[in-house]
């Protein structure tokens, strides 16, 4: 089943005097399967709040449309299966924070027994437990963010979108979070993740889209994304000495003691190499596919299409 | 139904959790003990003194209903000056960024947020203003063994009045995403131009002879909610158990609310957060 659909999405704001317009978003093509965490990674203003406010009907699309678990945007109630945990959520200063999981709860459809056995399991969840009785107005940023995603999981919902989720959380408290993500995705959660922290995004998603200036740049696996195809790290038994002689016909450089790297166009130029090598009698112990971080496959990414633009 | 009552129910918290309306209800707390201690104190033929009627029955029942609106009407006044300041926020908090977008993601319409939002707004009002009705009717109803119930519609007529004013507070909410406007708005409505018109159409249209002011303050007459009849006439003679004489003011005034409640869904129906 797909948990997103959207088919040219576009989303143009035009300010209130009609002059100036913003492209938050342009043709949007992009599917998510359920069951998967998908991050969904951009610069500030690449158009991810955008595209998250457009399936839920906070926003409305200039063109194209978009789905979400198979249903079309103007029936409401698909929303029962939903959960959001917005970019700057507020909430109102004289709840406490248990009231406000009851509220946001009740209007999720919830009622009754179902759902206080429901708000203490998450307040636990998050370790809100012991500030359940506190007026939200008094919690720090990290725990309104911790009870920002209790809110979102209050109506045990099939998918959820989680814009910037770890913002203002200290290391412990993300990792927390990383943590119930992943919990939730064992469950057969869908998750749709907005960040612009890549480091954290990699260690959990499965699948990633790299967006910039509202056009989707990329989209695969964190592994196709991050390969560097036509890059292997080789390393041999022992220190060769006699390696420098040899005139390879691609670059072949040493990275450190026993261990080169190699670039090739294609696998039979690999094997050409390895050939070379292995007409010297040198062992090898390891090839390797060479990766990039997330990070600078998306900093490469995001310069070449700016200078494209240009 | 349900989703409009959750709505309902939590603008009702919010006004709690804001002072004006406590502060209200104590207020009317304070006037129903003095009005307590007063007509107590006083014997009937001080309180009788200065009518001249012959026919004591229809005395103490004028008597009666006369200064129950004595102490309710500035109290009534007051409830909806301090209803409007402190209700024309509703929607702004609602629509601010953060709040909104989490309701809207939520599945209840957006027509059904915003009317729950005008309900409870209109609850808050009838909470307080029904406390002070029922209160000062109650004192005096047992001084003088008078249980006139029907004195008790003018809850809903001063009520209803605070329902044209707000649902203006409403429309211009929702179009500036503040409070404001709106509470201007109602204010100039309530205190100045429906006072206005109701003189220049009512009281003194004889005195005016020219032909296209006339029809100028016609045209705002009708036009413009008539807080001034509602709070004024239409809440005396309910008072005064003749019942509603002129249907004209309040039916111009609901359409009027109608209207603002309508376009205020339909542009909210439309709006980008
Ligand atoms: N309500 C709005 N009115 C006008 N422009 C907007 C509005 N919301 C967002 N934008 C613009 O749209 C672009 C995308 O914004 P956003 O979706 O918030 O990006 P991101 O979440 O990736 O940081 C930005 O240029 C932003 O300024
Ligand atoms: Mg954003």
Sequence with gaps: ?310 | MNNIWITTWYTVREALARKVFLFFIGLSALAIIISAVVVNVLSDSALISGVTTQDNNIIFEEIAASIQLIIITPLASLCILLAIFSSASFVPHMLEKGNIDLLLSKPISRSQLLFGKFLGGLLVVLINVGFLIIGVWLVIAIRFSIYNFTFLSIILSVTFTFAVLYSIIVLFGVVTQGSILGMMAAYFIFLILSPLLYAGKVQFGELITSDFLKSVIDFFYYIVPKTSELMGQITMNLALGKGIIDWQPILTSLAFMFAAIGYAIFIFNKKDF
């Design chain 1, 1 to 310: 089943m797909k948990a997103v659909e959207t088919k040219d999405l576009t989303k143009i704001y035009s300010s209130s005097f009609g002059k100036k317009k913003v492209q938050a978003l342009v043709e949007l093509n992009l599917d998510v399967e359920s069951g998967l965490i998908f991050g969904l990674l951009g610069p500030n203003g690449a158009g991810k709040t955008t595209f998250i406010k457009l399936l839920l009907g906070i926003t409305f699309p200039t063109a194209g449309n978009a789905k979400i678990l198979e249903e079309s945007l103007s029936n409401y109630s698909v929303k029962k299966k939903i959960g959001y945990l917005p970019e700057n959520h507020k909430y109102p200063p004289y709840l406490k924070g248990g009231e406000v999981l009851k509220f946001f709860g009740k209007l999720s459809g919830m009622n009754g027994l179902d759902l206080d056995k429901k708000i203490d399991e998450l307040l636990e969840l998050v370790k809100l437990s012991q500030w359940k009785k506190t007026k939200v107005k008094a919690y720090s940023k990290g725990m309104m963010q911790r009870l920002g995603l209790a809110q979102a999981l209050i109506n045990d919902p099939e998918l959820i979108f989680l814009d910037e989720p770890t913002d203002g959380v200290d290391p412990i408290g993300r990792k927390e979070i990383r943590d119930i993500l992943v919990e939730l995705k064992s469950r057969q959660k869908t998750i749709f993740l907005n960040s612009h922290l890549l480091s954290e995004v990699e260690l959990i998603t499965d699948r990633v889209g790299i967006l910039n200036k509202g056009k989707l740049l990329r989209e695969g696996t964190v592994k196709e994304l991050t390969e560097k195809k036509e890059e292997y790290k080789i390393v041999i038994e022992g220190n060769a000495a006699d390696l420098d002689s040899i005139s390879f016909d691609n670059s072949f450089t040493r990275i450190s003691d026993g261990s080169y790297s190699v670039k090739v166009a294609d696998i039979n130029e690999l094997n050409k190499t390895i050939d070379q090598l292995r007409s010297r009698s040198i062992l090898l112990k390891e090839i390797i596919p060479m990766k990039n971080t997330l990070e600078e496959m998306f900093i490469s990414l995001i310069t070449e299409s700016e200078k494209n633009i240009k």
